[in-house]
């Protein structure tokens, strides 16, 4: 399975699934290119790994990516830190061929604006005892797409938003490489 990976920031997911494809965890998954919405420390990633990378402006960032995209013959998109919201005709193209992660459990703190402290700052303030990620296929809604799987955590007494990140950056790291391998064997 050929995937092109979206991302935005450090890369911590793409180092993830980098290293899954790398150990044969996902035996079945190359990774044939990497597009970034802004400069970030996850094009190094994929540069020292020699994948083809491309730094795409966020204003046109879907008609550029699906220029990048004909002919690859592109089996999934995976958003993995990926902050820019796409267009509702590349969403309704690629929609079941596209997963994001999300830092929340959907459909509770997710849509336009909830993204990674934002989300985290929300779920304590809601006094919820339990987070975690969600895995789902991307639709022109954000964050209301199919779920795909979903890892928790328990939430402790005096957990503050930098616990929330470090519990779900474990939680992401685990149920993004089953959802990919699941898709993959599918």
């Known amino acids: 399975m050929k995937i092109a990976v979206f991302v935005s920031g450090g ?7 980098i290293d899954a494809v790398e150990d044969g965890t996902l035996p079945n998954v190359e990774i044939s290119m990497v597009m970034a919405d802004r400069d970030c420390y996850a094009i190094e990633r994929s540069l020292d790994k020699d994948i083809r990378t491309y730094v795409l402006d966020r204003k046109t960032f879907s008609e ?7 002919g690859e013959e592109i089996d999934l998109i ?7 919201i796409l267009s509702p005709e590349f ?3 690629w929609g079941a061929k596209m997963i994001n992660i999300h ?19 929300a779920v304590l303030e809601a006094g919820e005892k339990t987070s975690g990620a969600t895995v789902h296929f991307v639709t022109a809604g954000v964050d209301e797409g199919q779920i795909i799987c979903q890892g928790t955590f328990e939430i402790e007494e005096g957990d503050e938003v930098a616990d929330l ?6 939680v992401e790291s685990e149920i993004y490489i089953k959802a990919i391998k699941q898709i993959s064997e599918a």
């Open 11 to 17: 890369g911590t997911n793409l180092q993830n699934i």
């Open 78 to 84: 995976v958003l993995a830190g990926f902050l820019t």
């Open 64 to 70: 550029d990516a699906e220029h990048n995209l004909e």
């Open 91 to 93: 969403t309704t193209k």
């Open 103 to 121: 830092p929340a459990l959907l459909p509770k703190f997710g849509g336009k604006g909830m993204y990674g402290a934002k989300v985290h700052k």
């Open 165 to 170: 990140q470090r519990k779900v950056a474990e």
